[in-house]
């Protein structure tokens, strides 16, 4: 499809060509050699370096080549010397024809910095061919008539070789009637012509054959011979005349063969067969002509195609020769006209096809345009589609090179399919496009991405070494190395969890995470660390994400049965009035569990009593009371078997038994005395730790009620100053805590116990309750002194 008018051509192409004249006008002086045809491959031709200004082995970096237009390789350039050889021999004939001066232009290119040096190197002609007649033999017929002074034209020889080595002289052997003189053309050629010297006599000598040698100009001299034969015919005193002594015709090199190019005609004044005139093509410019004559008509004809670009001139030498030999002539002179019948030609010099991205403006090819047409026909427009970040820029009498707009992004667009279009302003136009592929290389410009920026993960405690507990993944938009990512543990930046590295790990190609050793949900609920994902690149990019394992509670964990305490070395004796009523309370079971959630759900049965429906236990609050009145016939001495259970899945239990006496009053003599008591407190150390936890478990939940209710009430945030009281003695066992807010303590009631210094037994007193009903409870307990009772504590 043809092209826009120029005017509609692309901002783009017109600033192409300005810039082109501009760079031309600039670099227009070009470096000029010359030696003569023939020489031996291998000539040194000059220093190419030193002539244009640069040191030795800077051609080498910046990466020298000789662009000669054509698939022939006649020079070769030395990087290192920067001398300039000849590959081959040069025949200026073949090269030039007969173009004189013959140049052959070639250009020096210097890659890096892009820069262009014209260099002409000019072949002079040596005398290393001889003339050449294209007969062996010419026929003259010259009638007996023909007076001395006559001129007989004679076919030219050849000579390939120019200037003085051409042909300058011809001779004819020696005779008495003819000799030779030679004529210089307006061309600079010579052509001979045999002038009658003495008249011929047919009776005496009918035929004569003489030698026709051409000489040339050079040293030594060269030549060639053809024989004239002549042929002396009857009177004939009228030689043909042509009504022009010079025809000029002009023919488009696209002519059909055979199409009549021009039109000679020729008169004979004799009459009969001394009038015929028969026309012949004398001698041409080529030796294979592409003309010829029509001997009876004089139309001069297309015999093989013509080509503008090959010849663009033929000159001709036309004969009419009458049947009694005498001849006349005229010249032909034929203008080959230009057709736009050649498209562009597109050499390309260098070729890069990766591109690294981000890099700024780079030079992607470098390339040629040619147009062997004339005028417009010759005229070249050099285009690229618009969708491409890319440009052409003009360097060097129609160099022109690919250059990128700016950075690239190969995340975006990894390929480009560039067409370079290259347009002649002919009629009608002709182009030839040049597809190239330019691939972007990758860059490590982009970090690691995970999926998440946070994960959790949740693990069971009790867990098996070793154990894969999730995984975490993290993308990068760079490709190969680049894209390569490696996986390794941080610690949390703010928070550092010791012993991370025996707690975890990660696999580097994969970013599964491996729990390495069991986990125990009472030590180690939940921790968090960070993961970072580092490519291959270089330098190497990384991202981080946070990562968080929670330890999922399992029921690992029996009740612990606070009180009574079942490791003293004397049993724990509760004391019933006989005169307690129906849903009198003897005491309370508390125990708690260390698990969290349901598993620490507890539950209170009653396995054995000695008497089986004298007492009842709460199943959820722990509290043992009388299911009747004691009767007379009740045994004094009462063992009872509480089971405390949790609400875990398989559940686990505790049992705790209770001695209950009934007595008919709280009085002196049924209680052991201080002695006793005394010995009590020596034979049973647990037993001032044990009130201390209860007191500590008690405070705490206070503490946490009164935060609770105050927070409800004022509806602020914020922790309530609450009175404390100071931290008990001695030791305490951290696994009895109930962190959680589980266990019996999380109950609807609290009740005041007194323990008095002087009690030989160290046994509750259960008081009337404190804070009955309340609902909600998420807390523990927390120890705090109460001022109404020595040695008192509070449980819920």
Same mark, same amino acid.
């Given at each position: 499809?043809?092209? *826009?008018?120029?005017?509609?051509?692309?901002?783009?192409?017109?600033?192409?060509?300005? +810039?082109?004249?501009?760079?031309?006008? *600039?670099?227009?002086?070009?470096?000029?050699?010359? +030696?003569?045809?023939?020489?031996?491959?291998?000539?040194?031709?000059?220093?190419?370096?030193?002539?244009?200004?640069?040191?030795?082995?800077?051609?080498?970096?910046?990466?020298?080549?000789?662009?000669?237009?054509?698939?022939?390789?006649?020079?070769?350039?030395?990087?290192?010397?920067?001398?300039?050889?000849?590959?081959?021999?040069?025949?200026?004939?073949?090269?030039?024809?007969?173009?004189?001066?013959?140049?052959?232009?070639?250009?020096?290119?210097?890659?890096?910095?892009?820069?262009?040096?014209?260099?002409?190197?000019?072949?002079?002609?040596?005398?290393?061919?001889?003339?050449?007649?294209?007969?062996?033999?010419?026929?003259?017929?010259?009638?007996?008539?023909?007076?001395?002074?006559?001129?007989?034209?004679?076919?030219?020889?050849?000579?390939?070789?120019?200037?003085?080595?051409?042909?300058?002289?011809?001779?004819?052997?020696?005779?008495?009637?003819?000799?030779?003189?030679?004529?210089?053309?307006?061309?600079?050629?010579?052509?001979?012509?045999?002038?009658?010297?003495?008249?011929?006599?047919?009776?005496?000598?009918?035929?004569?054959?003489?030698?026709?040698?051409?000489?040339?100009?050079?040293?030594?001299?060269?030549?060639?011979?053809?024989?004239?034969?002549?042929?002396?015919?009857?009177?004939?005193?009228?030689?043909?005349?042509?009504?022009?002594?010079?025809?000029?015709?002009?023919?488009?090199?696209?002519?059909?063969?055979?199409?009549?190019?021009?039109?000679?005609?020729?008169?004979?004044?004799?009459?009969?067969?001394?009038?015929?005139?028969?026309?012949?093509? #004398?001698?041409?410019?080529?030796?294979?002509?592409?003309?010829?004559?029509?001997?009876?008509?004089?139309?001069?004809?297309?015999?093989?195609?013509?080509?503008?670009?090959?010849?663009?001139?033929?000159?001709?030498?036309?004969?009419?020769?009458?049947?009694?030999?005498?001849?006349?002539?005229?010249?032909?002179?034929?203008?080959?006209?230009?057709?736009?019948?050649? *498209?562009?030609?597109?050499? +390309?010099?260098?070729?890069?096809?990766?591109?690294?991205?981000?890099?700024?403006?780079?030079?992607?090819?470098?390339?040629?345009?040619?147009?062997?047409?004339?005028?417009?026909?010759?005229? +070249?427009?050099?285009?690229?589609?618009?969708?491409?970040?890319?440009?052409?820029?003009?360097?060097?009498?129609?160099?022109?090179?690919?250059?990128?707009?700016?950075?690239?992004?190969?995340?975006?667009?990894?390929?480009?399919?560039?067409?370079?279009?290259?347009?002649?302003?002919?009629?009608?136009?002709?182009?030839?496009?040049?597809?190239?592929?330019?691939?972007?290389?990758?860059?490590?410009?982009?970090?690691?991405?995970?999926?998440?920026?946070? !994960?959790?993960?949740?693990?069971?405690?009790?867990?098996?070494?070793?154990?894969?507990?999730?995984?975490?993944?993290?993308?990068?938009?760079?490709?190969?190395?680049?894209?390569?990512?490696? !996986?390794?543990?941080?610690?949390?930046?703010?928070? @550092?969890? @010791?012993?991370?590295?025996?707690?975890?790990?990660?696999?580097?190609?994969?970013?599964?995470?491996?729990?390495?050793?069991?986990?125990? !949900?009472?030590?180690?609920?939940?921790?968090?660390?960070?993961?970072?994902?580092?490519?291959?690149?270089?330098?190497?990019?990384?991202?981080?994400?946070?990562?968080?394992?929670?330890?999922?509670?399992?029921?690992?964990?029996?009740?612990?049965? #606070?009180?009574?305490?079942?490791?003293?070395?004397?049993?724990?004796?509760?004391?019933?009035?006989?005169?307690?009523?129906?849903?009198?309370?003897?005491?309370?079971?508390?125990?708690?569990? *260390?698990?969290?959630?349901?598993?620490?759900?507890?539950?209170?049965?009653?396995?054995?009593?000695?008497? @089986?429906?004298?007492?009842?236990?709460?199943?959820?609050?722990?509290?043992?009371?009388?299911?009747?009145?004691?009767?007379?016939?009740?045994?004094?001495?009462?063992?009872?078997?509480?089971?405390?259970?949790?609400?875990?899945?398989?559940? #686990?239990?505790?049992?705790?038994?209770?001695?209950?006496? #009934?007595?008919?009053?709280?009085?002196?003599?049924?209680?052991?005395?201080?002695?006793?008591?005394?010995?009590?407190?020596?034979?049973?150390?647990?037993?001032?730790?044990?009130?201390?936890?209860?007191?500590?478990?008690?405070?705490?939940?206070?503490?946490?009620?009164?935060?609770?209710?105050?927070?409800?009430?004022?509806?602020?945030?914020?922790?309530?100053?609450?009175?404390?009281?100071?931290?008990?003695?001695?030791?305490?066992?951290?696994?009895?805590?109930?962190?959680?807010?589980?266990?019996?303590?999380?109950?609807? !009631?609290?009740?005041?116990?007194?323990?008095?210094?002087?009690?030989?037994?160290?046994?509750?007193?259960?008081?009337?309750?404190?804070?009955?009903?309340?609902?909600?409870?998420?807390?523990?307990?927390?120890?705090?002194?109460?001022?109404?009772?020595?040695?008192?504590?509070?449980?819920?």
């Amino acid at each position: 499809m043809e092209t *826009a008018p120029a005017k509609t051509l692309h901002k783009r192409q017109v600033a192409f060509l300005v +810039m082109l004249l501009f760079v031309w006008e *600039a670099g227009s002086e070009a470096i000029r050699y010359s +030696m003569p045809e023939e020489t031996e491959s291998g000539y040194l031709v000059a220093n190419l370096a030193e002539d244009v200004g640069l040191r030795v082995g800077e051609l080498a970096t910046r990466g020298a080549r000789i662009h000669y237009r054509g698939t022939r390789q006649l020079l070769q350039l030395d990087v290192q010397t920067g001398n300039l050889l000849l590959c081959e021999k040069l025949d200026r004939e073949g090269l030039c024809g007969a173009t004189e001066p013959c140049v052959v232009h070639f250009q020096l290119l210097l890659e890096n910095p892009v820069q262009f040096f014209q260099v002409e190197l000019q072949l002079t002609d040596i005398n290393d061919h001889s003339p050449e007649f294209l007969e062996r033999e010419t026929l003259l017929k010259i009638p007996e008539s023909a007076q001395p002074g006559t001129v007989f034209p004679l076919k030219i020889a050849q000579d390939f070789d120019i200037g003085s080595n051409t042909v300058q002289n011809y001779t004819v052997s020696p005779n008495s009637h003819f000799h030779v003189v030679t004529h210089n053309r307006g061309d600079g050629r010579r052509y001979p012509e045999l002038v009658l010297d003495k008249a011929l006599d047919r009776e005496d000598q009918p035929e004569l054959s003489l030698i026709l040698t051409a000489v040339d100009g050079g040293d030594p001299p060269r030549s060639g011979t053809t024989t004239v034969r002549i042929e002396v015919v009857d009177i004939n005193d009228n030689a043909p005349e042509f009504s022009q002594s010079l025809y000029e015709a002009q023919v488009p090199e696209n002519s059909a063969l055979s199409s009549v190019v021009v039109t000679v005609s020729a008169r004979d004044l004799d009459a009969g067969i001394h009038g015929s005139v028969v026309y012949t093509l #004398l001698h041409g410019d080529e030796v294979t002509q592409p003309f010829v004559i029509d001997e009876m008509t004089g139309e001069i004809r297309l015999k093989r195609t013509l080509d503008f670009e090959e010849n663009q001139y033929y000159s001709l030498e036309i004969v009419a020769t009458d049947s009694g030999g005498f001849s006349g002539k005229c010249s032909v002179s034929i203008e080959v006209l230009d057709v736009n019948d050649n *498209a562009p030609e597109l050499t +390309m010099s260098t070729l890069s096809t990766s591109v690294p991205e981000n890099a700024p403006e780079t030079v992607v090819a470098i390339f040629s345009v040619s147009d062997p047409d004339s005028g417009d026909n010759g005229r +070249m427009v050099c285009s690229i589609q618009n969708d491409v970040p890319f440009f052409l820029k003009p360097s060097f009498k129609n160099f022109y090179t690919l250059v990128t707009e700016g950075p690239l992004d190969r995340e975006s667009r990894a390929e480009y399919n560039i067409t370079i279009t290259v347009t002649d302003l002919g009629t009608p136009r002709l182009k030839t496009q040049h597809t190239i592929t330019v691939l972007v290389s990758d860059v490590n410009d982009n970090a690691p991405t995970f999926t998440q920026s946070s !994960y959790t993960l949740s693990v069971p405690e009790n867990n098996s070494p070793a154990l894969h507990i999730g995984s975490v993944s993290a993308t990068d938009s760079d490709s190969g190395t680049n894209a390569q990512l490696t !996986y390794s543990l941080l610690p949390p930046p703010h928070d @550092p969890l @010791p012993g991370l590295a025996s707690l975890v790990s990660i696999n580097a190609d994969t970013g599964q995470l491996f729990a390495l050793r069991a986990l125990d !949900y009472e030590a180690l609920r939940a921790f968090e660390f960070r993961v970072r994902a580092t490519d291959r690149g270089a330098p190497p990019l990384s991202g981080q994400a946070r990562v968080r394992v929670r330890v999922l509670d399992a029921n690992d964990n029996a009740p612990f049965v #606070l009180h009574p305490l079942q490791n003293a070395s004397a049993p724990c004796t509760e004391l019933l009035p006989r005169a307690a009523q129906p849903g009198y309370l003897l005491t309370k079971v508390v125990a708690v569990d *260390a698990d969290a959630g349901q598993n620490a759900w507890l539950s209170f049965q009653l396995l054995q009593a000695s008497e @089986p429906g004298l007492f009842s236990v709460w199943a959820h609050s722990g509290e043992v009371r009388t299911a009747r009145p004691p009767g007379e016939r009740d045994a004094p001495r009462q063992r009872l078997l509480v089971l405390v259970r949790d609400n875990g899945q398989p559940p #686990l239990s505790a049992s705790v038994t209770l001695h209950v006496l #009934l007595v008919d009053g709280f009085s002196q003599p049924h209680l052991p005395g201080p002695e006793a008591a005394a010995e009590r407190a020596q034979a049973d150390p647990l037993t001032g730790p044990l009130v201390v936890a209860l007191a500590s478990v008690s405070s705490l939940f206070l503490c946490w009620l009164l935060l609770f209710v105050a927070l409800r009430l004022c509806g602020r945030s914020g922790r309530a100053a609450l009175p404390g009281c100071p931290a008990p003695e001695g030791p305490f066992p951290g696994q009895l805590l109930d962190v959680s807010g589980a266990g019996t303590l999380a109950h609807s !009631y609290q009740y005041e116990v007194c323990l008095t210094g002087d009690s030989g037994t160290g046994e509750f007193k259960f008081l009337k309750p404190l804070f009955p009903n309340l609902a909600d409870l998420e807390t523990g307990g927390e120890l705090r002194d109460n001022p109404t009772c020595r040695n008192s504590s509070v449980f819920s």
